[in-house]
């Protein structure tokens, strides 16, 4: 059995700082969850999140999600996490981990999109069996 790896993530805070006109404002910080995570597990987060999209392969998946989302680009912060945990784990990173990348095999059109159901009920893939 794998021993698990504790990984702390950061989540966005749900409140606001309150303070009065005549201090100045208190940091806000974050909450933090706890997450905790097998060696295994941690090499496939270290994995997805280093997957570059083509055809220049200088953007990786997270990087056009938060795009496409319009939310702040998180991945460069969370992937010190993620690769503290993996060594701490022992988990190769850095010239020692395997790359990953998308290959076109044509030139295909290609877009990241949020799926919905109703994307999943036009592809016929949301009906039931």
């Not at 303070?19 to 933090?32: I, M, R």
């Not at 319009?70 to 988990?91: Q, S």
């Amino acid at each position: 059995m794998e021993n698990d790896t504790e990984v702390t993530v950061v989540v966005p805070a749900n409140s606001q700082s309150t303070t009065s006109s005549t201090t100045e404002p208190a940091p806000v910080v974050a909450p933090t969850v706890t997450l905790n995570v097998t060696p295994a597990e941690i090499a496939h987060i270290r994995d997805l999140m280093s997957v570059l999209l083509p055809p220049s392969g200088d953007v990786t998946l997270g990087q056009a999600i938060a795009l496409q989302e319009g939310r702040p680009y998180v991945d460069t912060v969370l992937f010190r996490k993620v690769y503290r945990a993996c060594e701490e784990a022992g988990v190769p990173v850095g010239q020692a981990a395997p790359d990953f990348g998308l290959a076109l095999a044509s030139i295909p059109s290609i877009t990241v999109s949020r799926v919905t159901t109703t994307l999943l009920d036009e592809a016929g893939t949301s009906e039931a069996a």
